[in-house]
């Protein structure tokens, strides 16, 4: 059974920092790629950063620069880090994990962490 849970979510004045971290239990699947997603109020999901299996990576919009990503050695692991927070990064975050089994892909998500940008 395939879990994804998120992490670090939480309160942050403008300007500050904050590091999210979602955490794949994937049993006999491998990972293809894990990705940020978030989605604000009223508005559609939308993503934030992605890294596949070879450590490539992608970024959503202007958000390079002040959100970086990153994943652990064993693929199990991956990081949000998020500097010079703004008003609009207040949304809720979500990772997906996007694993195969034989010729089998298919996408997990977590149940998405809240991160607000208030002072």
């Known amino acids: 059974q395939v879990q994804v849970v998120e992490s670090g979510g939480g309160r942050v004045q403008p300007g500050g920092s904050l590091r999210l971290s979602c955490a794949v239990s994937r049993g006999k699947f491998s990972v293809n790629a894990m990705g940020w997603y978030r989605q604000a109020p009223g508005k559609q999901r939308e993503l934030v950063a992605r890294?596949?299996?070879?450590?490539?990576?992608q970024y959503g919009g202007s958000l390079k620069g002040r959100f970086t990503i990153s994943g652990d050695t064993t693929g199990n692991t991956v990081y949000l880090d998020m500097s010079s927070l703004r008003y609009e990064d207040t949304a809720v975050y979500y990772c997906?994990?996007?694993?195969?089994?034989?010729?089998?892909?298919?996408?997990?998500w977590g149940q998405g962490t809240q991160v607000t940008v208030s002072s």
């Open positions: 997906d994990a996007e694993l195969r089994w034989c010729k089998k892909e298919a996408g997990y």
């Open positions: 890294i596949t299996a070879d450590r490539l990576t």
